[in-house]
């Protein structure tokens, strides 16, 4: 049986590593290892399981369902979690098509009236716009700076259309712990979360921000976390003290899991005219949001609620 190794897979299916360590984590896909081989492998099964994920993540099918749909034998829970999505979608669609009249209506005035300035038309038909009945719960304002090309297995470019802002991150000092092993990420969050409790880190700075990226060295995956300490505070083994520069990044938000969209925001930056990425070190940051309400929370409540930036650092172009 042909194994395909996860450089392979990354490279075949434009994902990250982080991504398919994730789906591994919620038990949505399985590799294996290939003896006297450092790496992990996907066989033909776990290829097209994950083909079926990347699939439905396209339509915008929430990861919780994914893992429903996929556990089911039969097709009730498909059809559950494709009636969500559908009634999601209406709801959208019924708001976009109620601003589009709106706006044709307006546009068709200033048209008209040559003896009249936009402002004094909007104003007099404000009426129009409070009439729309703006469903909040579904909808949000967006604010897009660049198109991107998507391939085959990234989202849809029409429906994936998502907030990308762009903010500076201020110099400071952190409390860095870096791990290379099977579950980085988890061997990590849990000596952080152990940081903040012993040294009441959200009394004594309760402004701190929590960051990771990944991180490898050699054959095993490496995952380091950041939190932002006191400028004079000392920290102890196995947490390191150091310095981050900060500056300018593209940011955008996920709920946990979704790090399929690394690929979304890469492409925004590369096709964006007005910055490019900044080849500062590390590459790319992951910042948990909200972080100072939630270390207390058990694994299950924190993944539940748990809102992460991504964060790619940039530049003005010249």
Same mark, same amino acid.
């Given at each position: 049986m042909e194994l395909v190794t996860i450089t392979e897979v990354t490279k075949r299916y434009h994902i990250s590593t982080r991504t398919l360590r994730y789906y591994e984590q919620l038990g949505l896909l399985v590799?294996?290892?290939?003896?006297?081989?450092?790496?992990?492998?996907?066989?033909?099964?776990?290829?097209?399981?994950?083909?079926?994920?990347?699939?439905?993540?396209?339509?915008?099918?929430?990861?919780?369902?994914?893992?429903?749909?996929?556990q089911s034998e039969g097709g009730e829970a498909a059809q559950i979690a494709f009636q969500a999505k559908l009634h999601e979608l209406s709801d959208e669609i019924a708001t976009l098509t109620s601003l589009k009249a709106a706006l044709e209506k307006l546009a068709g005035l200033l048209n008209e009236r040559t003896d009249m300035n936009s402002s004094a038309i909007i104003a007099a038909h404000e009426w129009q716009v409070g009439s729309l009945q703006l469903r909040t719960d579904n909808t949000k304002e967006e604010f897009i700076m660049g198109t991107t090309n998507c391939s085959e297995y990234d989202m849809n470019p029409i429906s994936m259309l998502k907030d990308v802002r762009i903010i500076y991150l201020p110099p400071s000092y952190v409390a860095s712990i870096h791990f290379n092993s099977e579950a980085p990420e988890s061997e990590s969050s849990d000596w952080v979360r152990q940081f903040v409790k012993e040294t009441e880190l959200d009394k004594i700075k309760p402004d701190f921000r929590h960051y990771g990226f990944n991180h490898p060295e050699g054959a095993k995956h490496g995952y380091e976390r950041w939190v932002t300490i006191p400028e004079h505070m000392e920290v102890k083994a196995p947490f390191v003290k150091k310095h981050f520069s900060g500056g300018m990044y593209a940011a955008h938000m996920i709920?946990?899991?979704?790090?399929?969209?690394?690929?979304?925001?890469?492409?925004? !930056? @590369?096709? %964006?005219?007005?910055? $490019? /990425?900044?080849? !500062? @070190?590390? %590459?790319?940051?992951? $910042? /948990?949001?909200?972080?100072?309400?939630?270390?207390?929370?058990?694994?299950e409540e924190l993944h539940a609620c748990t809102q992460l930036d991504l964060l790619l650092p940039i530049r003005s172009r010249e």
């Open positions: 590799s294996s290892k290939k003896e006297g081989y450092a790496y992990r492998t996907y066989d033909a099964d776990a290829l097209k399981r994950l083909e079926q994920i990347l699939v439905l993540r396209k339509f915008r099918i929430p990861l919780k369902d994914i893992q429903r749909v996929l709920p946990m899991g979704n790090f399929d969209e690394w690929s979304w925001l890469t492409k925004w !930056v @590369e096709s %964006s005219s007005q910055y $490019e /990425h900044d080849a !500062v @070190e590390p %590459s790319c940051l992951e $910042e /948990h949001l909200n972080y100072i309400n939630q270390y207390q929370l058990n694994d």
